[in-house]
């Protein structure tokens, strides 16, 4: 315990005086939060989203491009893969710990650099924010992987244009190679960054300075291998470009613009009514490290309100690493007293609370859904079904998205879950392998695989599979249609 302390400690430092009941309730609401995602998905819903049971299977193969994204997600899905984790709840708790060091920068540059008096308001902004809490369907995603990475690279900019140290400059070029391994999306960062390192006097100087483009060079050369292996297979770019609907109507726009403008409200926009008014104060934000972030988050807004303009669909998962440059811009602007710690500590405990107690409820009483899919189950189904027929392979469990990528993973041998982009387009698909080693071809009824299984070898008839959800007490069940490909090779 005396450890957990001392880490919390270096996040916010409590002064002398500070309540250490206050202390005490914050580990216990950031240490809940972080168990909480783990926890709960292990009691109700054990089985990969959707996103995550893509990545475990690309990142088995640990590419240097995939045919969507950049591959970091799918590097540390492969890596906690490697250990024989299949349920999500293992991945939860890497996820969470990408949100404890995202929380540790949002209140190290909140204390270093916008000299805030305390940060318990902004650590409990974050840790009660969806983006923290609920990441069920988002955990270990691009989105959410890219909150610390971008704070990172901030804090670590603001220090080397304080200190001009090689270490912080060697942390910036780690961190945007990362951030740039892990979605494109950091352009619009670094641009809306860059622009705003330009507006503010006091940081200006910092393009004569030869670290700075000795980091970048760094940065690039970290992304290099990925950058090349993207020349033999640009379809990630057409993936991008899918990201627009540029006939899109006004109203779906304004819907997607309105989807933007909630992005704070999944990080406790009530957090204001703990507060009494008269331990809040609104200032102009102080020149420097405060007015720069604040000019960069406003930037960096503006610009995804263009691109929503011009067609660009908006999801609020994106917000993940928007989310707490809003809480250093709104804390650059509006402080808030320790004396209110107090008060805020109590009630987000309570609003922590509830969350558990609504979870624990919705997990008994709510319908089934695909984080309930008997993947496991069904993959040592047609596992042992295989066996009794064929004495090698499976090498792809071939189907639409979502059970092709459950399933696979869950076999005891090693099998790829492929679905029809992946059988387009990703490198690890190899028709002679198929042909040698043999598939197994899933689809739920009605799901319109038939377009696609008509392009591969014959296979045998279709079956049908029907198992119960996972953790589910209503008797709801899942249905499979299934056929094999026999191999070639025994």
């Known amino acids: 315990m005396t450890g957990v302390r001392g880490f919390f400690s270096k996040v ?7 309540n250490h009941v206050v202390a005490r309730a914050l580990i216990i609401l950031i240490v809940g939060a972080a168990l909480y995602p783990a926890i709960m998905s292990a009691l109700f819903w054990p089985t990969p989203s959707q996103d995550l049971r893509e990545h475990i299977n690309w990142g088995l193969h640990f590419p240097l491009h995939t045919w969507k994204l950049p591959p970091l997600q799918s590097w540390l899905a492969g890596t906690v893969a490697l250990t024989g984790a299949r349920d999500a709840w293992l991945y939860f708790v890497l996820a969470q710990g990408f949100n404890l060091l995202a929380l540790f920068y949002l209140c190290r540059i909140g204390r270093e650099f916008l000299a805030l008096k305390t940060t318990v308001p902004l650590a409990v902004a974050y840790v009660l924010s969806f983006y923290f809490w609920f990441i069920f369907e988002s955990g270990l995603n691009a989105d959410q992987i890219q909150a610390p990475l971008w704070l990172g690279l901030l804090y670590h900019l603001l220090r080397a244009a304080r200190d001009d140290r090689w270490s912080d400059w060697l942390a910036v070029a780690l961190f945007a ?4 391994l892990a979605k494109y999306f950091l352009l619009l960062f670094a641009g809306a960054l860059g622009l705003a390192l330009l507006l503010t006097p006091s940081y ?23 950058a090349v292996a993207m020349q033999a297979a640009p379809d990630v770019l057409a993936y991008g470009a899918e990201r627009f609907a540029f006939a899109r109507s006004l109203g779906g726009r304004l819907t997607t613009f309105a989807e933007l403008l909630v ?22 934000p102080a020149q420097g490290a405060a007015s720069l972030i604040v000019l960069t988050t406003a930037l960096l807004v503006t610009v995804l309100a263009v691109l929503i303009g011009f067609g660009f669909i908006y999801r609020y998962r994106y917000g993940a690493p928007v989310f707490p440059l809003l809480l250093l811009a709104a804390a650059s602007v509006v402080r808030i007293e320790a004396a209110a710690n ?18 624990i409820a919705w997990g008994f009483a709510g319908p089934p859904n ?31 998205q979502l059970s092709a ?24 698909f190899k028709r002679d392998v198929l042909a040698r080693e043999g598939a197994i071809l899933v689809a739920d009824p009605g799901s319109g695989s038939s377009g696609l299984f008509a392009t591969l070898p014959p296979a045998t008839p279709v079956r049908s599979l029907t198992l119960p959800f996972r953790r589910s007490w209503d008797g709801s069940e899942q249905t499979y249609l299934y056929r094999f490909i026999p191999p070639a090779g025994c």
Not at 12 to 18: N, S, T
Not at 265 to 276: E, K, N, Q
Not at 342 to 358: D, E, F, K, Q, S
């Open 177 to 180: 190679a990362l951030s740039m």
């Open 263 to 284: 992005t704070a409200l999944y990080g406790a926009p009530f957090l204001l009514t703990f507060v009494s008014r008269r331990h809040i104060t609104v200032q102009r």
């Open 370 to 400: 695909r984080l309930r899919e008997p993947a496991n189950v069904a993959a040592h189904f047609l596992e042992a079904e295989w066996r009794r027929s064929y004495s090698c392979g499976p090498a792809y469990v071939i189907g639409q």
């Open 204 to 226: 200006r100087p910092l393009f004569l300075r030869p670290k700075l483009y000795v980091s970048a060079a760094l940065a690039v050369l970290f992304v290099l291998p990925h």
């Open 405 to 428: 990528h459950a399933i696979a993973p869950y076999f005891r041998a090693n099998v790829t879950g492929l679905s029809p982009g992946d059988f387009s387009y990703a490198q690890w």
């Open 12 to 18: 916010w430092k409590p002064r002398a005086g500070h």
């Open 342 to 359: 107090g008060r805020l500590a109590r009630r987000a405990l309570m609003i922590g609370g509830l969350a558990v107690v609504g979870t």
